[in-house]
């Protein structure tokens, strides 16, 4: 059983930076693709991206592409969603979630971390 736990989220102003962390345990951790969603109030979850266990490829939401990354350090089983030039838009509660294959249901979860980008 992973267990997921997401860090790092405040309040920002727009234009403004921030960092998130999610750190994992209870799990092989190089054997997981890990993933980014956020989920705004009154809204669906959507994704932001994700990230593959072997090469380190990503996948970004056109909404997120180019100010987003997505990166992981296996040997502190931690994967980053680094966000620049943040938008109100980008307020919203972030997960990430952990899969051992690709078009699975993502079957770990984080409890989430709040973003609030300010205008």
């Known amino acids: 059983q992973v267990q997921l736990v997401e860090s790092g989220g405040g309040l920002v102003q727009a234009g403004g930076s921030l960092r998130l962390s999610c750190v994992a345990s209870g799990g092989t951790f190089s054997n997981y693709h890990m993933g980014w969603f956020r989920q705004a109030p009154g809204k669906e979850r959507e994704s932001v991206g994700h990230?593959?266990?072997?090469?380190?490829?990503?996948y970004y939401a056109d909404s997120v592409k180019g100010r987003f990354t997505i990166s992981r350090d296996n040997a502190k089983n931690t994967v980053y969603l680094q966000m620049n030039k943040l938008k109100p838009e980008d307020t919203a509660v972030y997960y990430c979630a952990a899969v051992r294959v690709y078009g699975s249901s993502w079957n770990y979860w984080g409890q989430g971390t709040q973003v609030t980008v300010s205008s």
């Open positions: 990230i593959s266990r072997s090469d380190g490829s990503t």
